[in-house]
């Protein structure tokens, strides 16, 4: 079927607080929290073929969800 990507503009917790973009939920809601994401649809993208040889990360490290 079709692909979907959903993007988030804004996080809000069940407070009424908006979360900053450089917030982490674990530091800032615990399990009891409802946040409300405003979201929207974007078309997916598809990476470029790679050839394992890209040095366009060389030096800089790797987001936080990838470690």
Do not use: Y
Not at 22 to 41: I, K
Not at 46 to 57: F, I, L, T, Y
């Amino acid at each position: 079927g079709p692909e979907t990507w959903v993007g988030v503009r804004a996080l809000r917790a069940s407070s009424g607080g908006i979360l900053d973009p450089d917030d982490r939920v674990r530091d800032v809601a615990d399990d009891r929290e409802t946040l409300t994401a405003e979201c929207t649809n974007q078309a997916p993208t598809r990476p470029a073929p790679a050839d394992g040889a890209s040095g366009s990360s060389a030096g800089t490290a790797s987001p936080d969800m990838f470690r």
